[in-house]
């Protein structure tokens, strides 16, 4: 699909301008969709097709999020989440970069050292 192939370029014009950055790609909510059942299905679809080249650019991948309507700005903004989710998102993504988490749907990341000896 073309969003998956415009990602792929759009990233990989970011790591080669910055080669050693970690970047983290937030794929659109289902949890925004409300009532849209094809926005929420073009979400699903989107992820389940770009996982796979997400991981293989090394990409932090955090998938479309399901989170309780309270935690929105439905049903005004169907764009955005209450900031209690923002803040989390952060939170999270500073812990994978300086506890070398693996990250939400990455695979589980070992030490040289812990897997070699």
């Known amino acids: 699909p073309a969003a998956v192939e415009n990602w792929k370029r759009i990233i990989g ?3 080669a301008a910055v080669p050693r950055a970690d970047l983290v790609f937030a794929c659109s909510p ?3 969709s409300g009532d ?3 926005r929420y299905r073009r979400s ?3 992820y389940l097709l770009f996982k796979d080249a997400a991981a293989a650019l090394g990409v932090r991948l955090i998938p479309p999020l399901d989170v309780d309507p309270r935690y929105t700005k439905l ?3 169907t ?3 209450d900031n209690v989710i923002y803040k989390a998102m952060a939170g999270h993504i500073v812990m994978c970069h300086l506890a070398a988490l693996p ?3 990455q695979p589980h990341r070992l030490p040289d ?3 070699w000896k």
């Open 36 to 38: 849209d059942l094809d």
């Open 103 to 105: 990250g939400i749907a």
């Open 13 to 15: 014009f970011f790591r």
């Open 113 to 115: 050292h812990v897997l």
């Open 75 to 77: 049903p005004d903004d």
């Open 30 to 32: 289902y949890g925004l």
């Open 44 to 46: 699903r679809d989107f």
């Open 79 to 81: 764009s955005h989440f």
